[in-house]
């Protein structure tokens, strides 16, 4: 692992350097030490590297624009910001930013608007309806690869797992799982080599949905495509199909992907820190506990982006308008003003779950307590059939000189590759109750 003097912080650039990938952790600490709302050049943008900088921020939508939120800086805007209020420039520029059409960029009314139709779509009694097919899904996935005592777990485990939980609740029917292969694009949102996304990287998506939902209205099914196809905005009036697939699509690859970054940070601790997989299996309770923790850890999301819309101030800095803000959710979920020994994990912190993992404010996660559930269900089946869950040595190196690879995005803070190596569990003797 390449390791950077502190006092060569000042001369990386976040949002290129790959240096940063492995841990990320002491720069945030750097730039927080120098103050939690700190201009990083050369791109200038505003680092928010504090907790209740950052949630302040968050929950502002009407001094903060989404419109930025893809890649930051990248494109630059399309125009020049004038004046302490640029709202009619952002408006009038809109459509000319990258995925202007969908839910991530948009700001109220029309977001709300949008939001409002998925309000309905992930309620409780549909997620405690998925909880036994989770189960077996998770159990099915195991068999694959229990039987030769090790696995890749990203390629084996978290990513079909998610991806699977995600189309089943929406509805997508078996025989068609198949054109959901289509690898993603080459290039990840927020490349450190800033290559430019496709025109509309999720349009091959979008089509599909389109589809469905055409089908839905026309015959309804008892899914989730189908109450999407059918709902209606709050003032009553329909929605384009079109709308209604740009929301399907963002529930699908959010599902997949941020899951699966989390699973894959739990299974990593698990395999380094035996002592707590034991915890885990004494007291089943805690599991909850553990995956708040993971999320306050190590956020799926590593930056975030908002525009400001007028020049307003945030903590003792003042940002004009025009300003791009960069929120670093792992850096505040270890801000030392907010988390006790913010660099330790621990299980018994009692506030883990007031981390930034999902978000806050209008554009917090709706998939939040999905991503929850499946991370509690497969952790548990994960402990019912593995023992003895270790990182490959021969893939990962000694425990001392430990080597991962990670998304290449200044974005996503995600394994690429977990192998393990572990002992399948032995079956349970039945008690006399079930002789």
Known sequence: MVRIHADAYDSVDFFSDESLLPNPYPYFDH???????????????????????????????????????????????????????????????????????????????????????????????????????????????IDQFIATGHCEFVSEYAKPFSYRVIADLLGVPGHDRRLFDVPRPPVPVGALDHAPLPEDPLRWLDDIF?????????????????????????????PEVADLARSATLLFTAGRGATAFMLSWSVRLLAERPDLAEQLRANRSRIPQFVEEVLRMESPVKSDFRLARKTTRVGDVVIPAGTTVMLCPGASNRDPRKFVRPNEFRLDRSNARDHMAFGRGAHSCPGAALARV????????????????????????????????????????????????????LPQPLNSAEM
Do not use: W
Request: hydrophobic share 35%; with cysteine; aromatic share 6%.
């Open 210 to 238: 389109v589809r469905y939902l055409v089908e839905r209205r026309r015959e309804p099914r008892a899914d989730v495509l189908t109450q999407l196809a059918t709902a209606r905005y709050p003032d009553g009036t329909t």
């Open 31 to 141: 730039l927080r030490a120098k103050s939690p709302v700190l201009r990083l050049p050369p791109h200038q943008v505003m680092a928010i590297t504090g907790y209740p900088e950052g949630n302040a921020v968050y929950r502002d939508s009407g001094n903060f624009s989404s419109l930025v939120a893809v890649g930051g800086p990248f494109p630059p805007l399309p125009f020049e910001p004038r004046g302490d209020d640029i709202g009619e420039q952002i408006e009038r520029h809109r459509h000319r930013m990258p995925m202007s059409n969908y839910l991530t960029t948009m700001d109220p009314p029309q977001h709300s608007r949008a939001r409002a139709l998925l309000g309905r779509l992930l309620t409780p009694e549909r997620r405690a309806c998925a909880t036994e097919s989770m189960r077996r899904l998770a159990g099915d996935l």
């Open 374 to 425: 499946e991370a509690r269900i497969s952790i548990e089946c994960i402990l019912d059939r593995l023992t003895a869950i270790r990182l490959s040595t021969a893939e990962h190196g000694a425990p001392d000189n430990r080597r991962f690879s990670y998304e290449p995005a200044y974005t996503l803070r995600a394994l690429t590759g977990l192998h393990l190596e572990f002992a399948p569990a």
